[in-house]
């Protein structure tokens, strides 16, 4: 495999606080307890105490889920951590950087252990959310790299049920052979996929099934947050979280104006009226609001001492979710995207009042995934990664940019060139002769340029008019690389990659995770 590195900062819609996180560390450590990618920081995160009748129960609660797993009986001994992930649990995997994530817990829990301090890799299997259009479809592709986004039917009224619990019903499989036909590995690629996603499974164990196919070699632990035996044991954390409710959601808002304050941004809108926790109830997950010292939801109204009495029953939100997982697990490191790892800027003050420690937080693994022909049509119209990002319209105009005849380029950049010189010299003139009229002159410039600007454009339209091949390639770049202008990682599901590179793909990508480096790479399989 090739691979080349593109830093965030060149991708399209990355935050700054995240930037910060993994380029400048300094401008973030009061907000991030540990430096990323870093193995001395990842070795001194892993160095804390855990209870011991806590590990205990979170082993017997995990057994279920992960039988015949060695690493449950690594994670029973004490001085084991986790390297921690999770994902919602999407349609066919959901989107491809699920299993990336996956990856680089399972290489940073491998890297800790090999130094010395005994690490097992867990995927938290994101139950709980209750939004299903956000998991109830796939985006894959076929021979044409051109996205298809396969849908399945859900419930008639879905309400607030966590996703996890929702029954498959008419599965789209037969969407997903048409979709992938033509890709060398189509029907191993929907084998894999039948045989977790089968009448009579849940979203969540479909999902868990898919995975552990996928990455159940590696040890990789899965964690149900729904399982009650492990709601039993967050229930002193959740009771405390309903008492101290006031205190926690003053201390949000106040980190969440302050990171405004400093240029970045809050993920989660927190005010007075906030609950940092559902209401389990009747099967479904309901929204709760603080009001005068009592937490309010659809035709009832619970005092604080009557939640936290209910404690069990509580599901966490987005902010408290973290400390909530940490609080179960013995976590070194929280392996994570961009959007993620922003959050726990916000729940750093959720870990410092309830839980007094904090994992590192680690960016996962990111990949465009690049065929040998798409390589070749990259090499052939001279276009670099960044290229590829530009949306289908800005590729077209790029592949068209450089089969203009080295000529006719250098007659039009001459024009130009021509053009802008002689508009600097006349605007020196006309600034010592009337100031009015040199400020007029640069409304006409703009015009000028233009113009000059549209003849180059429609001689790369007209070249690419002729050249059909080149408007193929430019199709077929764009729908693998920046589909929906959205990264590939970040659309398509690994299935039609499978199909497309083979089910020894995992054990591939595996091989270029690299601890060490936060950048997105370009690999060629």
Same mark, same amino acid.
């Given at each position: 495999m090739e691979s080349s590195c593109v830093r965030q900062t060149d991708l399209p819609g990355t935050s700054k606080l995240f930037t910060d996180l993994i380029y400048h560390f300094d401008r973030v450590r009061d907000l991030y307890p540990w430096r990323p990618n870093d193995a001395a920081a990842l070795a001194a995160a892993a160095s804390f105490d855990f209870p011991d009748d806590r590990r205990t129960a979170v082993v017997q609660a995990l057994t279920p889920l992960n039988q015949g797993n060695p690493s449950l009986d690594l994670l029973r001994r004490p001085g084991t951590v986790a390297i921690v992930t999770g994902q919602q649990v999407g349609l066919f995997s959901g989107p491809a950087y699920? =299993?990336?994530? !996956?990856? #680089?817990? =399972?290489k940073a829990a491998r890297e800790l252990t090999a130094a010395g301090t005994p690490a097992v890799p867990v995927f938290w299997l994101a139950t709980e959310d209750h939004d299903f259009a956000e998991v109830d479809h796939v985006w894959v592709f076929g021979p044409d790299h051109q996205p /298809?986004? =396969?849908r399945m039917? $859900? %419930?008639? /009224? &879905? $309400?607030?049920? %966590? /996703?996890g619990g929702i029954g498959l019903r008419d599965i789209p499989l037969d969407q997903l052979r048409t979709a992938l036909a033509g890709l060398p590995f189509a029907d191993d690629a929907v084998a894999l996929v039948e045989r977790a996603y089968a009448p009579g499974e849940t979203m969540g164990l479909a999902? !868990?099934?898919l995975i552990r196919e996928l990455l159940g070699s590696y040890g990789l632990l899965l964690i149900d947050p729904m399982e009650h035996a492990l709601r039993e044991i967050a229930a002193p954390l959740m009771k405390e979280a309903v008492e101290r409710m006031p205190e926690l959601t003053e201390a949000l808002m106040a980190r969440s104006k302050e990171l405004i304050n400093r240029g970045y941004h809050a993920q989660v809108l927190v005010d007075k009226s906030t609950s940092l926790a559902f209401l389990l109830s009747d099967g479904q997950r309901i929204a709760l609001r603080r009001s005068n010292g009592d937490f309010t !939801? %659809? &035709?009832?109204?619970?005092s604080a001492q009557e939640l936290a009495g209910r404690a069990v029953s509580l599901s966490p939100n987005a902010l408290l979710r973290p400390v909530v997982q940490d609080y179960l697990l013995p976590t070194a490191a929280y392996i994570g995207g961009p959007a993620e790892l922003a959050y726990l800027a916000q729940s750093q003050v959720l870990y410092a009042k309830l839980l007094n420690r904090q994992p590192a937080a680690f960016p996962r693994a990111a990949f465009t995934l690049l065929d040998e022909r798409s390589r070749k049509r990259m090499a052939r119209y001279g276009l670099g990664s960044t290229d590829l990002l530009a949306g289908e319209q800005g590729l077209h105009d790029a592949i068209a940019a450089r089969l203009v %005849?080295?000529?006719l380029r250098g007659r039009l950049d001459e024009t130009h060139t021509a053009f802008t010189s002689a508009l600097d !010299?006349?605007?020196t003139d006309l600034r010592h002769f009337d100031i009015t009229l040199a400020n007029a002159l640069d #409304?006409?410039?703009r015009k000028i340029e233009y113009q000059v600007g549209k003849i180059s454009r429609k001689t790369a339209t007209q070249i690419m008019a002729r050249d059909q091949q080149a408007v193929r390639d430019a199709r077929s770049l764009n729908g693998l690389v920046f589909p929906e202008k959205h990264l590939q990682e970040r659309l398509y599901s690994i299935i039609p990659f499978i199909a497309k590179f083979g089910p020894g793909l995992v054990d591939e990508l595996y091989g270029a995770v690299r601890i060490e480096c936060p950048d997105h790479q370009f690999v060629v399989v």
């Open positions: 699920s =299993i990336y994530k !996956a990856l #680089t817990a =399972i /298809v986004k =396969i039917k $859900g %419930p008639d /009224v &879905n $309400g607030s049920h %966590p /996703v999902f !868990a099934k !939801a %659809p &035709n009832q109204k619970l %005849p080295d000529q !010299a006349l605007k #409304t006409s410039r």
